[in-house]
């Protein structure tokens, strides 16, 4: 399957850590990426790789991953971290096709 | 640094062929190991991936949408195009061009998306 399955909607504390989670068989042969997207903005690379983030990142988002699982952490969450996340990662049918990740909203309280 | 813009009409006629192209700056498009994608997204729903291009021309595309999906790219005026055809209702929605990458490390394989263009609406309505 190349389905990438995300919880809906997720909340944390100010300052506190979250986890987001995107499960899906092709993790097994592919890191995951990351994005985040705010309301009207396009969406913006914030992890990718192992645990790689783009300049200007802020170093409280880390990326994981185990099996079938990838995990976005944010540590220290901060109110302008409140967004939709999305996962991407590639098929496995050869030809590394992409696919994205259900969505998880992100609710700072 | 690379940037990319989407161009095109904001509103298409049920049947009729959504075209869209993405200009690239900042950099040619021929320039390094990338590919060259499309990515849209209904209004309130999440991101789909459409397709992406070498600037070989190889091109792959989602299977879902597979059968009406042409990408092309003209490195002389840098840009990239989507052609979507036989539109309807569904395929209304913002529409993102965006830098594809994809390499070997650690023994996978590693794909992301970076930079983004800013997205356009297509609607299609009559």
């Known amino acids: 399957s190349s389905e990438l399955t995300q919880d809906p909607a997720v909340s944390v504390a100010l300052g506190q850590t979250v986890r987001i989670t995107c499960q899906g068989d092709?993790?097994?042969?592919?890191?995951a990426s990351w994005y985040q997207q705010k309301p009207g903005q396009a969406p913006v690379l914030v992890i990718y790789?192992?645990?790689n983030r783009p300049s200007g990142i802020p170093d409280r988002f880390s990326g994981s991953s185990s099996g079938n699982t990838a995990s976005l952490t944010i540590t220290g969450a901060q109110a302008e971290d409140e967004a939709d996340y999305y996962c991407?990662?590639?098929?496995?049918?050869?030809?590394?096709?992409?696919?994205f990740g259900t969505g998880t909203k992100v609710t700072v309280l | 640094q690379v940037q990319l813009q989407e161009s095109g009409p904001g509103l298409v006629k049920p049947s009729q062929t959504l075209s869209l192209t993405c200009t690239v700056s900042?950099?040619?498009?021929?320039?390094?190991?990338?590919?060259w994608s499309w990515i849209r997204q209904p209004a309130g729903k999440g991101l789909e991936w459409i397709g992406r291009?070498?600037?070989?021309?190889?091109?792959n595309y989602n299977p879902s949408l597979k059968s009406r999906v042409t990408i092309s790219v003209d490195t002389s005026k840098n840009q990239f195009s989507l052609k979507l055809s036989s539109v309807t209702a569904a395929d209304t929605a913002v529409y993102y061009c965006?830098?594809?990458?994809?390499?070997?490390?650690?023994?996978?394989?590693?794909?992301?998306?970076?930079?983004w263009g800013q997205g356009t609406l297509v609607t299609v309505s009559s």
């Open positions: 965006a830098r594809d990458h994809l390499v070997a490390a650690a023994g996978t394989l590693v794909g992301w998306f970076d930079p």
């Open positions: 900042g950099g040619s498009i021929s320039s390094g190991s990338y590919y």
């Open positions: 291009i070498y600037t070989s021309g190889s091109t």
């Open positions: 092709s993790l097994r042969s592919y890191y």
């Open positions: 790789g192992k645990n």
């Open positions: 991407n990662s590639r098929d496995s049918s050869g030809n590394h096709l992409s696919v």
